[in-house]
């Protein structure tokens, strides 16, 4: 069992921002914004690949509620996710970083990568 579905069945500990039959938002232990906030469906599925239409459709609509409780629903956001090894998923389980807050950088280190490939 992933730590997140320890997280849904109670047995760790987490900092609840919102909550719904199907999905749980809660705060990240190493932000990387002043909101960073983890959203994931309480049923496991393992990456976003993986994700049915349905599971994305209500995931959606749970972001926007979670954006605006913690009102940066108008001041904007940063939604990641990583699928895969190769893009950084680290726990099985899809989840989205909602980073918000303030005013978000971005990191071009990618562009010197892309000339060695």
């Not at 994700?51 to 009102?71: C, D, N, P």
């Amino acid at each position: 069992m992933c730590i997140f579905c320890k997280i849904v069945n109670g047995e760790i500990p987490n900092n609840t921002v919102h909550e719904s039959e199907h999905f749980l938002a809660f705060h990240d232990l190493y932000p990387k914004a002043p909101i960073h906030i983890l959203i994931i469906p309480k049923v496991h599925v393992e990456c976003f690949q993986d994700v049915s239409a349905e599971t994305m459709a209500g995931l959606t609509l749970f972001t926007q509620e979670v954006a605006r409780k913690v009102g940066i629903d108008e001041t904007g956001y940063r939604l990641i996710t990583n699928n895969g090894e190769d893009g950084g998923q680290e726990i099985h389980h899809l989840h989205f970083h909602l980073l918000g807050g303030g005013k978000l950088t971005w990191d071009h280190s990618h562009e010197d990568a892309h000339r060695s490939i």
